[in-house]
């Protein structure tokens, strides 16, 4: 079985920071899919960006960057210049590539807050 | 139109009621997912299912059942609810060509 860890229940950083948040998975599994969803206050839950287990470059997307380790089985999320909008809980999650067992498994998530 | 709907929205409902909560999908995809999401535990599965003929358990599967009446719907069932399925369910979608899942808006349980 795999577990996601997130060590930061909350961040705050103030509008135009770069914040990183951290996750660190446990798998014996070689190849999978990690990504970060957030979910604002609506309650929605939104891919921010997804990175291939076997694709070495990290991801991108806009403002949001990964630094995918996967020796040390680390996925941190970078957000750049961020924005109100930023604000959110986020959660980092794993999804194991091929047959068998199928669906997410989440860490339980930071509470990122973007002061004005 | 949102891809991923599901009703309702918001329930509130005594112990010891049946429920049912519904998830459509208009993506063509053939796998479809059931998760709970408690506060400061994130999200968890509970029932996922690769086609209408095909349903397994997730992590959480006790007290509740699945129905997937069709590609289209996965209906989740709370034969007897108890407070502590007091919780946020969310209903996923994913094509069995992609690795994303795509999640409906959420529906707020209530169990009194």
């Known amino acids: 079985a795999q577990t996601v860890t997130q060590s930061q229940p909350e961040m705050s950083v103030q509008e135009a920071e770069t914040v990183t948040l951290s996750c660190t998975y446990d798998t014996s599994e070689s190849n999978y899919y990690l990504f970060w969803y957030k979910q604002p206050p609506s309650r929605q839950m939104i891919l921010v960006i997804r990175?291939?287990?076997?694709?070495?470059q990290n991801a991108t997307e806009n403002r949001f960057s990964v630094n995918f380790q996967k020796a040390a089985k680390s996925f941190s999320l970078k957000i750049s210049d961020s924005q109100l909008g930023d604000t959110a809980m986020y959660f980092c999650a794993f999804m194991k590539h091929g047959g068998g067992a199928d669906g997410l498994t989440f860490g339980k998530g930071t509470h990122l807050i973007i002061q004005p | 139109d949102a891809d991923v709907t599901q009703t309702p929205r918001n329930r509130i409902t005594k112990t010891g009621k049946r429920i049912m909560l519904e998830c459509s999908q208009t993506k063509g995809h053939d796998r479809m997912y059931w998760y709970r999401q408690d506060p400061g535990l994130g999200l968890r599965l509970i029932y996922y299912s690769f086609d209408v003929k095909d349903i397994n358990k997730g992590e959480i599967s006790d007290g509740y059942s699945v129905s997937r009446q069709a590609q289209a719907k996965f209906s989740l069932s709370l034969e007897s609810a108890i407070p502590n399925q007091t919780a946020l369910y969310f209903c996923?979608?994913?094509?069995?060509?992609?690795?994303?899942?795509?999640f409906g808006p959420g529906t707020r349980l209530t169990v009194l």
């Open positions: 990175q291939e287990a076997y694709k070495q």
């Open positions: 996923a979608t994913r094509g069995q060509s992609t690795d994303t899942q795509y």
